[in-house]
């Protein structure tokens, strides 16, 4: 699909807000594709979201539940977390998933390069299916409380279209898995 390339925002100024180890906020004073002044947003993410979907021969995958502090609520996901943007993808994968969960993986596949929230946020992630699965001892991080449970696809799949998973790469790789299977093309 043919599309613009021309940048229709013009930056006249900007300044960093806030600055951590894992993100950057900077405001930007622009010109709007209008020409009208006005300002911009922009959280930086220091890290690339990383998600692994395992999924083991009795089409089974491992959740993990925690308590999310930016939504003030418990949830339940696939494996994820950070890499750093210097990092291959699929090593951040391979550590996150025995980190969390214990897992390691023979078959790595991936399976969606996804933004995050694009309006507000460079944040880009890479999902993976993980396959060939061997359970070892899991290496939590300590701002990790972590419960992993073991569950049928099919269930997990009700809970993401029941809304009782939100977690955005959770939801793309479970949409994606269902249309593998669909499809009769699951690695």
């Known amino acids: 699909m043919h599309h613009p390339t021309h940048n229709p925002w013009k930056i006249t100024g900007e300044k960093e807000i806030y600055d951590n180890q894992w993100i950057s906020l900077t405001e930007y004073k622009v010109l709007n594709p209008a020409g009208n002044p006005g300002i911009y947003g922009k959280v930086h993410f220091k890290n690339q979201a990383i998600g692994v979907f395992p999924l083991d021969d009795e089409m089974n995958t491992y ?3 925690q308590y999310r502090f930016t ?3 418990y949830t339940w996901e696939m494996p994820e977390g950070g890499g750093p943007l210097d990092e291959l993808p699929l090593d951040a ?5 025995l980190e969390e969960t214990g897992l390691k993986a023979k078959y790595w596949t991936e399976l969606q390069h996804i933004h995050l929230s694009n309006s507000v946020s460079d944040e880009f992630g890479v999902i993976y299916l993980a396959r060939g699965l061997e359970q070892f001892e899991p290496e939590p991080e300590e701002t990790e409380q972590l419960i992993v449970n073991k569950v049928p ?3 997990v799949y009700r809970m993401v279209c029941n809304n009782e998973i939100t977690d955005s790469l959770t939801v793309a790789a479970v949409l994606r898995v269902q249309l593998l299977i669909l499809e009769n093309r699951l690695p």
């Open 63 to 65: 959740l993990v539940g």
């Open 93 to 97: 994968a391979k550590r996150e998933l």
């Open 71 to 73: 939504i003030n609520q």
């Open 153 to 155: 696809f099919n269930q």
